[in-house]
Protein backbone atom coordinates (compact mmCIF):
# COMPACT_ATOMS: atom_id res chain seq x y z
CA UNK A 1 0.00 0.00 0.00
CA UNK A 2 0.93 3.59 -0.14
CA UNK A 3 2.05 5.95 2.31
CA UNK A 4 -1.91 7.64 1.99
CA UNK A 5 -3.38 4.04 2.16
CA UNK A 6 -1.29 3.06 5.41
CA UNK A 7 -2.43 6.28 7.02
CA UNK A 8 -6.43 5.88 5.34
CA UNK A 9 -6.17 1.79 6.70
CA UNK A 10 -5.25 2.91 10.21
CA UNK A 11 -7.53 6.03 10.83
CA UNK A 12 -10.55 3.62 9.78
CA UNK A 13 -8.85 1.07 12.22
CA UNK A 14 -8.91 3.07 14.79
CA UNK A 15 -12.44 4.56 14.30
CA UNK A 16 -13.63 0.71 13.96
CA UNK A 17 -13.92 0.91 10.31
CA UNK A 18 -11.11 -1.23 9.83
CA UNK A 19 -12.74 -4.15 8.30
CA UNK A 20 -15.19 -2.08 6.08
CA UNK A 21 -15.75 -2.65 1.94
CA UNK A 22 -14.82 0.58 0.48
CA UNK A 23 -16.64 2.13 -2.40
CA UNK A 24 -14.94 5.50 -3.95
CA UNK A 25 -16.93 8.44 -5.29
CA UNK A 26 -17.52 9.63 -9.12
CA UNK A 27 -14.22 12.31 -8.79
CA UNK A 28 -15.69 16.11 -8.33
CA UNK A 29 -13.95 19.52 -9.00
CA UNK A 30 -11.56 19.91 -5.71
CA UNK A 31 -8.67 17.70 -5.09
CA UNK A 32 -10.55 15.93 -2.37
CA UNK A 33 -11.95 12.36 -2.87
CA UNK A 34 -14.49 10.50 -1.43
CA UNK A 35 -15.81 6.51 -0.44
CA UNK A 36 -18.37 5.05 0.86
CA UNK A 37 -17.92 2.22 3.71
CA UNK A 38 -20.00 -0.81 4.62
CA UNK A 39 -20.01 -2.77 7.68
CA UNK A 40 -23.12 -5.09 7.93
CA UNK A 41 -26.08 -2.96 7.38
CA UNK A 42 -24.00 0.11 8.35
CA UNK A 43 -22.63 2.62 5.82
CA UNK A 44 -20.32 6.05 6.33
CA UNK A 45 -18.58 8.03 4.32
CA UNK A 46 -14.88 8.58 4.49
CA UNK A 47 -13.43 12.14 3.19
CA UNK A 48 -9.87 12.16 2.13
CA UNK A 49 -8.41 15.51 2.01
CA UNK A 50 -4.39 15.36 1.81
CA UNK A 51 -2.77 18.79 3.34
CA UNK A 52 -0.76 19.78 1.21
CA UNK A 53 -2.73 19.17 -1.98
CA UNK A 54 -3.93 23.09 -2.30
CA UNK A 55 -2.51 26.56 -1.89
CA UNK A 56 -3.09 27.76 1.81
CA UNK A 57 -6.37 29.17 2.94
CA UNK A 58 -6.26 32.89 4.42
CA UNK A 59 -5.17 33.85 7.32
CA UNK A 60 -7.66 35.91 9.37
CA UNK A 61 -5.50 39.44 9.39
CA UNK A 62 -4.09 38.83 6.02
CA UNK A 63 -4.17 42.03 3.84
CA UNK A 64 -5.59 41.50 0.10
CA UNK A 65 -1.75 41.91 -0.43
CA UNK A 66 -0.35 38.85 1.67
CA UNK A 67 -3.69 36.89 0.91
CA UNK A 68 -2.35 37.66 -3.17
CA UNK A 69 0.70 36.73 -2.49
CA UNK A 70 0.34 33.35 -0.83
CA UNK A 71 -2.22 32.23 -4.09
CA UNK A 72 -5.51 32.23 -5.29
CA UNK A 73 -7.15 30.75 -1.89
CA UNK A 74 -6.26 33.05 0.24
CA UNK A 75 -7.69 35.89 -1.74
CA UNK A 76 -11.42 34.49 -2.64
CA UNK A 77 -11.22 33.07 0.82
CA UNK A 78 -11.26 29.16 0.09
CA UNK A 79 -10.71 26.25 2.51
CA UNK A 80 -9.29 24.53 0.19
CA UNK A 81 -8.02 21.02 2.20
CA UNK A 82 -8.36 22.20 5.17
CA UNK A 83 -10.87 20.16 7.12
CA UNK A 84 -10.96 22.44 10.46
CA UNK A 85 -13.26 24.32 7.78
CA UNK A 86 -15.41 21.61 6.86
CA UNK A 87 -15.06 20.06 10.89
CA UNK A 88 -15.93 23.56 12.52
CA UNK A 89 -19.00 24.35 10.17
CA UNK A 90 -20.39 20.70 10.49
CA UNK A 91 -20.52 20.73 14.21
CA UNK A 92 -22.52 24.08 14.17
CA UNK A 93 -24.61 23.31 11.51
CA UNK A 94 -25.84 20.01 13.48
CA UNK A 95 -25.80 21.77 16.37
CA UNK A 96 -28.24 24.31 15.29
CA UNK A 97 -31.04 21.27 13.47
CA UNK A 98 -29.49 21.54 9.73
CA UNK A 99 -28.37 18.20 8.22
CA UNK A 100 -24.87 18.46 7.57
CA UNK A 101 -23.29 14.75 7.96
CA UNK A 102 -22.70 14.17 11.45
CA UNK A 103 -19.01 13.55 12.29
CA UNK A 104 -17.99 10.25 12.82
CA UNK A 105 -14.66 10.05 13.31
CA UNK A 106 -11.58 13.36 12.61
CA UNK A 107 -8.08 13.26 12.20
CA UNK A 108 -7.30 17.04 10.69
CA UNK A 109 -3.42 17.14 10.50
CA UNK A 110 -3.79 13.93 8.83
CA UNK A 111 -6.39 15.18 6.33
CA UNK A 112 -9.21 12.82 6.88
CA UNK A 113 -12.99 12.77 7.97
CA UNK A 114 -15.49 9.80 8.50
CA UNK A 115 -18.76 10.99 8.16
CA UNK A 116 -22.44 9.80 8.43
CA UNK A 117 -23.57 8.98 4.66
CA UNK A 118 -26.75 10.91 4.20
CA UNK A 119 -27.36 8.76 0.77
CA UNK A 120 -27.55 9.70 -3.09
CA UNK A 121 -31.07 11.37 -3.19
CA UNK A 122 -29.18 14.39 -4.25
CA UNK A 123 -31.64 16.65 -5.39
CA UNK A 124 -30.95 16.35 -9.44
CA UNK A 125 -31.61 12.72 -9.40
CA UNK A 126 -34.58 12.54 -6.83
CA UNK A 127 -36.31 15.41 -9.58
CA UNK A 128 -36.07 13.49 -12.31
CA UNK A 129 -37.20 10.15 -10.23
CA UNK A 130 -40.25 11.50 -9.29
CA UNK A 131 -39.87 13.85 -6.59
CA UNK A 132 -41.79 16.78 -6.70
CA UNK A 133 -39.62 20.09 -7.82
CA UNK A 134 -40.88 22.70 -5.94
CA UNK A 135 -41.16 20.79 -2.79
CA UNK A 136 -37.71 20.02 -2.90
CA UNK A 137 -37.13 23.74 -3.77
CA UNK A 138 -38.68 25.40 -1.37
CA UNK A 139 -37.21 22.85 1.40
CA UNK A 140 -33.96 24.01 0.07
CA UNK A 141 -35.16 27.46 0.07
CA UNK A 142 -36.70 27.35 3.66
CA UNK A 143 -33.23 25.85 4.62
CA UNK A 144 -31.41 28.30 3.11
CA UNK A 145 -33.64 31.04 5.02
CA UNK A 146 -33.41 29.48 8.59
CA UNK A 147 -29.45 29.14 7.77
CA UNK A 148 -29.91 32.98 7.69
CA UNK A 149 -31.71 33.47 10.55
CA UNK A 150 -29.21 31.75 12.74
CA UNK A 151 -26.10 33.22 14.02
CA UNK A 152 -22.74 31.48 13.93
CA UNK A 153 -19.43 32.42 15.75
CA UNK A 154 -16.77 33.76 13.51
CA UNK A 155 -14.28 31.25 15.31
CA UNK A 156 -15.11 27.71 15.57
CA UNK A 157 -12.72 25.28 17.53
CA UNK A 158 -13.32 21.93 16.97
CA UNK A 159 -11.86 18.23 17.31
CA UNK A 160 -8.50 20.32 17.88
CA UNK A 161 -8.61 22.45 14.89
CA UNK A 162 -9.41 26.34 14.91
CA UNK A 163 -11.27 28.16 11.50
CA UNK A 164 -12.42 31.47 11.37
CA UNK A 165 -15.29 32.14 9.23
CA UNK A 166 -14.31 36.08 7.17
CA UNK A 167 -16.28 38.10 5.15
CA UNK A 168 -17.01 37.92 1.78
CA UNK A 169 -15.24 41.08 0.89
CA UNK A 170 -14.41 43.09 -2.43
CA UNK A 171 -11.14 41.31 -3.22
CA UNK A 172 -12.49 38.00 -2.89
CA UNK A 173 -15.81 38.79 -5.03
CA UNK A 174 -13.06 40.70 -7.32
CA UNK A 175 -10.48 37.81 -7.47
CA UNK A 176 -13.04 35.05 -8.62
CA UNK A 177 -14.55 37.64 -11.22
CA UNK A 178 -11.00 37.74 -12.85
CA UNK A 179 -11.19 34.12 -13.47
CA UNK A 180 -13.31 35.44 -16.50
CA UNK A 181 -11.09 37.69 -17.81
CA UNK A 182 -8.18 35.06 -17.41
CA UNK A 183 -9.60 31.96 -18.92
CA UNK A 184 -12.59 32.59 -20.45
CA UNK A 185 -12.14 35.39 -22.67
CA UNK A 186 -8.17 35.26 -22.56
CA UNK A 187 -8.12 31.26 -22.79
CA UNK A 188 -11.04 30.44 -24.10
CA UNK A 189 -11.68 33.18 -26.67
CA UNK A 190 -8.01 33.84 -27.27
CA UNK A 191 -8.42 37.63 -26.81
CA UNK A 192 -5.81 39.38 -24.75
CA UNK A 193 -6.38 41.57 -21.67
CA UNK A 194 -4.48 45.14 -21.59
CA UNK A 195 -3.56 46.52 -18.27
CA UNK A 196 -6.70 48.96 -18.96
CA UNK A 197 -8.58 46.20 -19.68
CA UNK A 198 -8.45 45.01 -16.23
CA UNK A 199 -8.26 48.38 -14.64
CA UNK A 200 -11.82 49.10 -15.99
CA UNK A 201 -12.94 45.94 -15.04
CA UNK A 202 -11.84 45.91 -12.03
CA UNK A 203 -12.80 49.25 -11.53
CA UNK A 204 -16.55 48.45 -13.04
CA UNK A 205 -17.04 45.52 -10.65
CA UNK A 206 -15.57 47.85 -7.56
CA UNK A 207 -18.57 49.83 -8.58
CA UNK A 208 -21.51 47.79 -8.21
CA UNK A 209 -20.45 45.92 -4.85
CA UNK A 210 -21.92 48.53 -2.29
CA UNK A 211 -25.17 47.55 -3.30
CA UNK A 212 -24.38 44.18 -1.34
CA UNK A 213 -24.89 46.17 1.63
CA UNK A 214 -28.66 46.57 2.27
CA UNK A 215 -29.11 43.09 4.18
CA UNK A 216 -27.50 42.14 7.12
CA UNK A 217 -24.78 39.44 5.93
CA UNK A 218 -25.45 35.62 7.34
CA UNK A 219 -23.98 32.60 6.64
CA UNK A 220 -23.39 31.35 2.99
CA UNK A 221 -22.40 28.05 2.38
CA UNK A 222 -21.43 29.19 -1.35
CA UNK A 223 -21.84 25.90 -3.09
CA UNK A 224 -26.02 25.89 -2.90
CA UNK A 225 -27.42 23.92 -5.43
CA UNK A 226 -29.07 20.99 -6.47
CA UNK A 227 -26.19 18.78 -7.13
CA UNK A 228 -24.67 19.87 -3.40
CA UNK A 229 -28.26 19.09 -1.82
CA UNK A 230 -29.53 15.94 -0.58
CA UNK A 231 -33.37 15.07 -0.13
CA UNK A 232 -33.88 13.41 3.03
CA UNK A 233 -37.91 13.04 3.36
CA UNK A 234 -38.07 11.35 6.70
CA UNK A 235 -36.70 14.35 8.30
CA UNK A 236 -38.72 17.61 9.18
CA UNK A 237 -38.90 21.16 8.37
CA UNK A 238 -35.15 22.63 6.59
CA UNK A 239 -33.71 19.70 7.80
CA UNK A 240 -34.79 18.12 4.98
CA UNK A 241 -32.31 19.28 2.90
CA UNK A 242 -29.43 17.68 3.34
CA UNK A 243 -26.38 19.78 3.07
CA UNK A 244 -22.82 18.96 1.98
CA UNK A 245 -19.92 20.52 0.33
CA UNK A 246 -20.09 23.95 2.05
CA UNK A 247 -16.44 24.42 3.59
CA UNK A 248 -15.79 27.89 1.58
CA UNK A 249 -18.80 29.20 3.84
CA UNK A 250 -18.40 33.31 4.52
CA UNK A 251 -20.32 35.78 5.82
CA UNK A 252 -22.36 37.60 2.76
CA UNK A 253 -25.13 38.62 1.72
CA UNK A 254 -28.36 36.61 1.73
CA UNK A 255 -28.92 36.32 -1.98
CA UNK A 256 -25.64 34.27 -2.74
CA UNK A 257 -26.56 31.04 -2.06
CA UNK A 258 -30.29 31.63 -3.55
CA UNK A 259 -28.83 32.83 -6.81
CA UNK A 260 -26.20 29.86 -6.85
CA UNK A 261 -29.81 27.85 -6.20
CA UNK A 262 -32.18 29.59 -8.92
CA UNK A 263 -29.39 29.66 -11.18
CA UNK A 264 -27.91 26.56 -11.50
CA UNK A 265 -24.94 25.54 -13.89
CA UNK A 266 -26.22 22.10 -13.97
CA UNK A 267 -29.63 22.08 -14.81
CA UNK A 268 -32.41 24.42 -15.55
CA UNK A 269 -34.44 26.06 -13.31
CA UNK A 270 -37.85 27.31 -14.86
CA UNK A 271 -38.31 31.41 -14.91
CA UNK A 272 -41.47 30.92 -12.82
CA UNK A 273 -40.26 28.42 -10.23
CA UNK A 274 -37.21 30.48 -9.72
CA UNK A 275 -39.62 33.88 -9.26
CA UNK A 276 -41.42 31.87 -6.64
CA UNK A 277 -38.69 30.90 -5.07
CA UNK A 278 -37.12 34.30 -4.82
CA UNK A 279 -40.34 35.54 -3.27
CA UNK A 280 -40.55 32.66 -0.72
CA UNK A 281 -37.28 33.03 0.32
CA UNK A 282 -37.96 37.03 0.92
CA UNK A 283 -40.84 35.95 3.60
CA UNK A 284 -39.15 33.45 5.17
CA UNK A 285 -35.80 34.87 5.80
CA UNK A 286 -37.46 38.29 7.11
CA UNK A 287 -36.74 40.56 4.28
CA UNK A 288 -38.52 43.20 3.08
CA UNK A 289 -37.20 45.45 0.49
CA UNK A 290 -37.53 43.40 -2.66
CA UNK A 291 -35.64 46.15 -5.16
CA UNK A 292 -33.04 46.22 -2.88
CA UNK A 293 -32.38 42.13 -2.79
CA UNK A 294 -33.06 41.55 -6.06
CA UNK A 295 -30.16 44.38 -7.10
CA UNK A 296 -27.91 42.42 -5.01
CA UNK A 297 -28.96 39.13 -6.23
CA UNK A 298 -28.12 40.51 -10.00
CA UNK A 299 -25.07 41.56 -8.79
CA UNK A 300 -23.97 38.05 -7.04
CA UNK A 301 -25.51 36.22 -9.88
CA UNK A 302 -22.94 38.10 -12.32
CA UNK A 303 -20.03 37.64 -10.14
CA UNK A 304 -20.83 34.30 -9.36
CA UNK A 305 -21.63 33.10 -12.89
CA UNK A 306 -18.25 35.42 -14.09
CA UNK A 307 -16.40 33.06 -11.88
CA UNK A 308 -17.95 29.84 -13.22
CA UNK A 309 -17.51 30.61 -16.76
CA UNK A 310 -14.02 31.11 -16.00
CA UNK A 311 -13.79 27.48 -13.29
CA UNK A 312 -15.22 25.80 -16.06
CA UNK A 313 -12.74 26.99 -18.97
CA UNK A 314 -9.62 26.03 -16.33
CA UNK A 315 -11.32 22.29 -15.75
CA UNK A 316 -11.21 21.81 -19.22
CA UNK A 317 -7.80 23.10 -20.41
CA UNK A 318 -5.95 23.17 -17.05
CA UNK A 319 -7.09 19.92 -15.52
CA UNK A 320 -8.48 17.70 -18.34
CA UNK A 321 -12.57 18.08 -17.59
CA UNK A 322 -13.67 18.98 -21.01
CA UNK A 323 -17.50 18.01 -19.84
CA UNK A 324 -17.55 21.49 -17.95
CA UNK A 325 -17.49 23.02 -21.39
CA UNK A 326 -21.08 21.62 -21.87
CA UNK A 327 -22.56 23.71 -19.75
CA UNK A 328 -21.12 26.97 -20.72
CA UNK A 329 -24.60 27.72 -22.87
CA UNK A 330 -26.64 27.50 -19.93
CA UNK A 331 -23.97 29.63 -17.40
CA UNK A 332 -23.87 32.16 -20.28
CA UNK A 333 -27.74 32.53 -20.39
CA UNK A 334 -27.75 33.30 -16.80
CA UNK A 335 -24.65 36.11 -17.17
CA UNK A 336 -26.55 37.76 -19.59
CA UNK A 337 -29.67 38.20 -17.38
CA UNK A 338 -28.13 38.97 -14.66
CA UNK A 339 -26.03 41.87 -16.16
CA UNK A 340 -29.53 43.01 -18.03
CA UNK A 341 -29.76 44.77 -14.64
CA UNK A 342 -29.76 48.70 -14.48
CA UNK A 343 -27.27 48.55 -11.25
CA UNK A 344 -24.73 46.39 -13.69
CA UNK A 345 -25.18 48.57 -16.90
CA UNK A 346 -21.14 49.35 -17.06
CA UNK A 347 -20.24 45.91 -16.29
CA UNK A 348 -22.67 45.36 -19.15
CA UNK A 349 -20.80 47.21 -21.47
CA UNK A 350 -17.69 45.97 -20.71
CA UNK A 351 -18.38 42.42 -21.07
CA UNK A 352 -19.71 42.98 -24.74
CA UNK A 353 -16.60 44.37 -25.60
CA UNK A 354 -14.53 42.00 -24.05
CA UNK A 355 -16.76 38.93 -25.23
CA UNK A 356 -19.30 39.47 -27.42
CA UNK A 357 -19.51 35.86 -28.24
CA UNK A 358 -21.53 35.35 -25.11
CA UNK A 359 -24.69 36.05 -26.93
CA UNK A 360 -23.95 33.20 -29.58
CA UNK A 361 -22.56 30.85 -26.71
CA UNK A 362 -25.99 31.73 -24.80
CA UNK A 363 -28.02 30.65 -27.42
CA UNK A 364 -26.11 27.34 -27.99
Known sequence: MSDREIEIATFLTNAGWGEARQQAFPGDASTRSYRRLFRGTETAVLMN?????????CPPEATPGQRAALGYNALARLAGPNLAAFAGLTEELTARGFSAPRLLAADLPGGLLLLEDLGDDLFARAIPAGADETDLYRHGVEAL?????????????????????????????????ELFLDWFVARHLGRDISPADRDSWRAAWSAV????????????????????????????????????????????HPAYDLVSLLEDA???????????????????????????????????????????????????????????????????????????????????????????????????
Open 145 to 177: AAIYRSSFPSELRHHGGTWHILDYDGPALLAET
Open 49 to 57: APAQAEAPA
Open 266 to 364: RRDVAPELARAMKAHFLKAAHLSDAAAFDAAYAVLGAQRNAKILGIFVRLAIRDGKPKYLGLLPRVARHFLTDISHPALSDVQALIHDLAPELEELAGG
Open 209 to 252: FPALQTDATGLALRDYHAENLLWLPDREGPARAGLIDYQDALFA
